[in-house]
């Protein structure tokens, strides 16, 4: 199958995993299932229990893997889209709602890492830009009064404004210092950790009225909390039209504005797009705090879909999700809405996994394989014997490889 | 030592870069392998050299097939290379980069530096290279760079020297000078393989021709054949090695710089104290081997590089200091060095790639947004014109040729109206019918009444395209003479001599 | 070689800027006023040894802000040195800067603990084995990164360490397996990333944070399923015990500080000398480095690229893989869910800020376990100051390392970039 419209060389492998054939993400999909499958095979008792025995009664060991397998799938189905064991429409009809409203953050701080992926830039730090996002929301909701509506648009502008700020902050180091964003990024990650904590811990500062030792905020006041969509048997609030609005902008931004020509410019090619005339360092500065501000719709949704106080954990693992949500989704619009939906629905299955004695960790071992496969196009190649690609480098490339290696600098 | 190649078949996908091949070097000779860019004889002599293996043929040495699996192998057996892009590394010492892959050690696999220098001396002080084996690489200047990849050749005793292109980067004077070193070698017995694109050596120095043109042999030559029949032979169709101009008609001044320097990494004045004048309707030529200076001053023209002193006046603009933006929205076209690296998006289309520097504004973009509708006309519209040979607009411009690609930045860049034109090295790594469309290109915007500045260190095209010539030497400019002087004049300037 | 009137390009003065001694005077100004002069007036002990000691250097004395005031003056004298060296155009030489930093600590420690006594050899002590996992970790990424492959899974290499040290310690009841296992481990985890940048042609960065969030969910999920419920059996190894040298451990102030430690301290002091030799006196490291530096040139002598780059690559994950064993068995023993806390990235600014050498990184680490240990130490002597912001210290202090200092680094050239053949 040539879902491969890319070119018949290795040497661009780099710029094709942001452009992966979608057919092989689905392949990486199916691949991290088989692999979540065997966790959840040899971390099961019984299963374990009837290797002792193997040789005796073989049947036993396999009933029982095939088990493990399908309750833990099926614990995931049923946490996550529908859940058939439910007595009443609202109880069975709420996995998907459940999904939708942990795959919004995803989908949102998926975008902003996917823009910066097309920039060349690696935001590792979404997890740092949603905590300040949320702790200017927080400030906004909790310490403001202000009308109905105006405090949550307030609100939300603010955080957004917020995490493009920070992730601006990276862009301008990265311009000025030259220091690398990897590293960059990931040390604010821990300092908005500090700073968050130590906001919530002061009680002249985020801390609720009559809290303890422990770091916790207020609740958002009611005016400033994003409103629910299906009514109050549901958790599910607009922070997922949110980000399926997030969605849209991106795809516009990156594919029909002047804005993401530029940066695909600066991500494919920076001495080209120099000789264009792009300013790069300012490009940096700008692709960054627009990377920022699509994890801030994340920070909004976290900040304002709670409708209890916060605690500084409030970012989860939306941070290192977001990477493989961008990963798996190819860094396209669409590809990020779909990801972003798959591992929510790893989220939202958690806690059917957990009832079953499947520990829901299971998940993140799926996730990671599946950005691993989605990483090594050649690997599922290879391992669903898919034609290769031409094994060979063009001249051409051989000719730009060395003029970028061999005569005077 | 005799080298044959036999049937010598590589192929690249679908692309035949050698096809069947066959050559035959006799010990103390100095062949001659002959062919335009893209002919194939890199490749054939990356096969040779044991960095690619062949699909079909055989490599005999006095007539004892080799099968080598890498260059330690083509090494081992008497095949030395001397690269075109040159194979240092820049922060070694000469020695280290001499000795690489052929360490002397002594226990515990601890480097012997001092048995390394003293091979380099020896070899050096043997053919008067006059190379200091503790120099760090990255500090010497290009001719000297290459004196030190003939050494690492010649210090595993290589019977076989292959040099690729070896000229690109010397004077005429440094390349007399290599000239005698290969007579002096082939004497000595080495045999010795020459590859070049360039006649004029060609029939200097060479004992026996061998022709390549698209992959394969077209025929053998003798040195004493004339430049026609081998250009002929080299390109497949009478060629016209002349360009044709009317004498030019001057307008009035378009760009004057005075005093340009510019201060490169190294502390040093990369270009120095520079002054011209370019006036409308005619042609400048900046003439030199690369590496004085002539790159710099092109990207400090266009805003790249950052001036030290000194101005630039394009008309009554002063662009001195300005931003690259400001520099192409003022109407100066650039054509980059390296189109690779600077001319091109190589993943984006080439409708993507003729908007590259005109997207803040109509009619490529309309406001935030790109016009669709209009870029895709404009892009068929230059892809005509410029005759660039393409399935459609939606191609991805790494899929093209050399020369397509170049029709590309050159259909950019003359696609709109321009007060100055700025060329750096137009037509290198270019088919020839590519070469005769660029020239023509060039010459037609200098008859529109455009101040046009070549940057060159093909002689034949400066000489052949410029009213007048501006020979840089280590960063400042030896002399600015008519287009008539004569070849040993420019050799000269280009080597420094003041006129 | 050609008679030509001038035969090189002329040269430019050297331009020094001033922003170091510029920084100097500021931190200088801002030591002596914040520690000197608005300082505490109780008197600090600098407590050089310990009662069990060998040699006994006694303890010393002196109030609190006049540390911070003499101090504050010297800073300004060296301030002054750096201004007149650029002045005359030469830049400030590294001892300089690396006393200032020095005494800037000095400073700070007596501030901290006016009232209170500075352990020094506590202090140093800790630093050292804190900084042991960062700096095994710094070598691993040297190895790495010199054949030019960038290994962002150096967390992931160190909690692979970490856990399998504890686990297969604690199953065998033998930490030397632990040990074994960790470094096979991290270097299977390696082969795995060599594997991907180095055939695959992989976005080398990219395999890296992959490896590392997949790292963290199997070790998050073995915890949670395996550990957690079984911990007594499978959990619980203990760890390597203190093993003094005899005579060096008699030294003054450094002797209990460096020597009377585990085995894992032992063995990072040899590493990183043997790391030095082989990268830049034997054959080894000469082709090694040229990989790292111009793979195609390398290619053309015949050293095998792919070969090299992947076993640099393995052989660096088994150093890593030492270091993760430090951070359990070689240190609080059980492991805990994602223990390696972001060190294997602060292992990363260490190896550019070492500029790739493996002194300077051994050096850079020592630094940063240093402001580990004073989290734990400030918030013991002096609570007033929030926790909050003691616990950033670390990462703050990466961050103004990499920012202030990347700038004129160099990585090897070919860092990061695939190799292709043809």
Known sequence: MSAETQPTTWSTAAKEIVSGGAFRAFLSVILGFIVGALFMVFSNEAFLNALTYLTARPTDALGAGWTAISDGYLALFRGSIYNYQADNVVAATRPITETLRFAGPLIAAGLGVALGFRVGLFNIGASGQILFGALAATWVSTRISLPWGVHLVVAAIVAIAAAAAFGALVGFLKARTGAHEVIVTIMLNYVAAGLITFFFRQDYLLREADGGGTPKSDAPAETAQLPTLFGDSFTLHAGFLLALVGVVIYWWLMERSTIGYRFRMVGHNIDAARTAGVNVNRTFVYAMAASGAFVGIAAVNQALGARAGLTPDLDGTIGFDAITVALLGSSTGPGVLLAGLLFGAFKAGAPAMQVIGLSPEVTGVVQGFIVLFIAAPPLVRAIFRLPPPQKSTVIADWWAGLRKKGVAK | MKLELRGITKRFGSLVANDHIDLVVEPGEIHSLLGENGAGKSTLMNVLYGLYIADEGDILLDNVVQKFKGPGDAMAAGIGMVHQHFMLIPVFTVAENVVLGNEPTGALGILDLDSARKRVKEISDRFGFDIDPDAMVEDLPVGAQQRVEIIKALARDAKVLVLDEPTAVLTPQETDELMGIMKGLAKAGTSIVFITHKLREVQAVADRITVIRLGAVVGDAKPTDSAEKLATMMVGRAVDLGVKKKPPVLGSTGLSVKGLTVVGDRNTKVVDDVSFEVRGGEVLAIAGVQGNGQSELAEALVGLMHATAGTIMLGDLDITGSSVREVIDAGVGYIPEDRQKDGLVADFTIAENLMLNKSFGPPWAKGVQIDFANRDRLADVLIDQFDVRTPGRETLAKQLSGGNQQKVVVARELGRDLNLFIASQPTRGVDVGSIEFIHERIIATRDAGKPVVIISTELDEVTGLADRIAVMYRGRIVGIVDATTSRETLGRMMAGATV | ?422
């Not at chain 3, 032992?266 to 990989?291: D, E, M, N, S």
């Open chain 3, 1 to 422: 070689m050609s008679a030509a009137t001038n035969d090189s390009f002329s040269r430019v003065d050297e331009r020094v800027s001033y922003k170091t001694p510029i920084v100097m005077a500021v931190f200088a100004a801002l030591v002596g006023v914040a520690f000197g002069v608005f300082g505490k007036p109780e008197a600090v002990s600098f407590q050089w040894s310990n009662p069990e000691d060998f040699i006994h250097i006694p303890d010393f004395v002196v109030a609190s802000n006049l540390v911070g005031m003499v101090v504050g003056v010297v800073l300004l004298v060296l301030a002054a040195l750096a201004f007149v060296r650029a002045r005359a155009a030469r830049t400030t030489p590294m001892w300089v800067t690396l006393i200032f930093g020095l005494l800037t600590v000095v400073a700070l420690l007596g501030w901290l603990a006016a009232g209170n006594s500075v352990p020094f050899a506590f202090i140093l002590g800790n630093a050292v084995v804190l900084a042991v996992p960062i700096a095994l970790g710094a070598m691993g990424g040297i190895m790495s990164e010199r054949v030019g492959v960038v290994n962002i899974a150096i967390e992931g290499q160190l909690l692979t360490g970490a856990f399998l040290a504890a686990v297969v310690g604690s199953l065998t009841d033998n930490l030397y397996f632990g040990l074994i296992a960790a470094m096979v481990g991290a270097a299977l985890l390696s082969m795995v990333l060599a594997a991907f940048a180095i055939v695959y042609l992989v976005d080398q960065i990219i395999v890296g944070v992959v490896l590392n969030v997949l790292i963290l969910g199997i070790t998050n999920f073995l915890y949670a399923q395996w550990l957690s419920s079984d911990g007594q059996n499978s959990n619980f190894p203990g760890t390597f015990e203190i093993m003094p040298i005899p005579g060096l451990s008699s030294i003054p102030i450094l002797g209990p500080a460096l020597f009377e430690s585990r085995i894992t301290t032992y063995l990072t002091y040899l590493i990183i000398p043997a790391l030095w030799f082989i990268l830049f006196k034997t054959k080894l490291g000469l082709r090694a480095r040229a990989v790292g530096e111009h793979p195609l040139a390398a290619d053309t002598v015949g050293i095998n690229v792919a070969r090299t780059r992947f076993w640099w690559v393995t052989l660096g994950g088994v150093v890593a893989g030492l270091g993760g064993a430090a951070l359990t068995i070689g240190s609080v023993g059980a492991f805990g869910r994602g223990m390696s806390g972001g060190q294997g990235f602060i292992a990363l600014a260490v190896v550019i800020l070492g500029r790739w050498h493996p002194f300077s990184a051994a050096a850079a680490a020592l630094l940063f376990g240093f402001s580990i240990i004073l989290r734990v130490w400030a918030n013991q002597v002096s609570p007033g100051i929030p926790t909050d912001f003691i616990t950033m210290v670390p990462y703050v202090v990466t961050l103004i390392a990499v920012i202030g200092f990347v700038g004129r680094v160099r990585a090897p050239a070919a860092d990061g970039q695939p190799y292709v053949k043809g």
